[in-house]
């Protein structure tokens, strides 16, 4: 089945430096979403991409939507503690069924 | 605040007994909703699709029979997991997907804890 490769797995950083993860794929993706999602809850939307080359951001977050549309990038900017979770991205591959296929997730956490 | 609700947050029940686990959407509509399973330090597994007024569909290798989806109103969805088993312990998500301007954006449940004994 379809996949997403995300990396890195787990990050350990110090507070007030940036982070940067990403995921591709193998096949060509309609949108691509990066949640995050605390310990013992559902994941919460942070941005979402929807045309090959957008970059959006939220905040101290940016992320890409690749020119091929098989990779997307999430940057964090000067992170905080508040900032660790797991972040995972997620992908349509189908038109109009709403399926979603997640990464296996980067694990964050931040030193203060 | 939350757009989808879970009843219940978590439950614990005993092997061979049924529970039945809550999707609402607050507020929006949604003939679909989605159902997925995440074990511990894994990622999302998307189970089913659930259609409001049809049959769920089921990704491929979920038990239709022991997994019962029933879409039964535009804001309700259920999980009914049936004769449980401890291997069925793990953490039920469900989403929803809300329109936002020329898309749709795909908002989660706060999840239920199910652990079988």
């Known amino acids: 089945g379809q996949q997403l490769n995300q990396s890195p797995q787990s990050m350990f950083i110090q507070e007030g430096e940036d982070v940067s993860m990403n995921c591709t794929s193998s096949?060509?993706?309609?949108?691509w979403l990066w949640y995050k999602q605390d310990p013992g809850e559902g994941p919460v939307l942070l941005i979402a991409?929807?045309?090959?080359?957008e970059l959006t951001s939220n905040g101290r977050l940016t992320a890409q939507f690749g020119i091929t549309r098989k990779d997307s990038f999430l940057n964090i900017s000067a992170s905080i503690p508040s900032d660790v979770g797991i972040y995972f991205c997620?992908?349509?591959?189908?038109?109009?069924?709403?399926?979603?296929?997640f990464g296996q997730g980067t694990t964050l956490q931040v030193k203060p | 605040g939350a757009v989808v609700s879970q009843h219940p947050s978590w439950v614990i029940c005993k092997s061979g007994t049924s529970v039945k686990i809550e999707c609402r959407s607050l507020?929006?509509?949604?003939?679909?909703m989605f159902w997925y399973r995440q074990f511990p330090k894994q990622s999302l597994m998307l189970m089913a699709t659930?259609?409001?007024?049809?049959?769920?569909?089921?990704e491929q290798g979920v038990e239709k029979d022991k997994f019962l989806i029933n879409h039964a109103s535009l804001t309700l969805s259920t999980l009914t997991v049936t004769s449980a088993h401890p291997e069925d312990s793990s953490f039920y998500i469900c989403?929803?997907?809300?329109?936002?301007?020329?898309?749709?954006?795909?908002?989660f449940g706060p999840g239920t804890r199910l652990t079988v004994t």
């Open positions: 096949s060509i993706f309609n949108t």
């Open positions: 507020d929006f509509q949604a003939t679909t």
């Open positions: 997620a992908g349509h591959y189908q038109s109009n069924t709403g399926k979603l296929i």
């Open positions: 989403s929803a997907p809300r329109e936002a301007g020329p898309h749709e954006e795909q908002y």
């Open positions: 659930s259609n409001e007024g049809s049959k769920a569909t089921y």
């Open positions: 991409l929807y045309k090959a080359g």
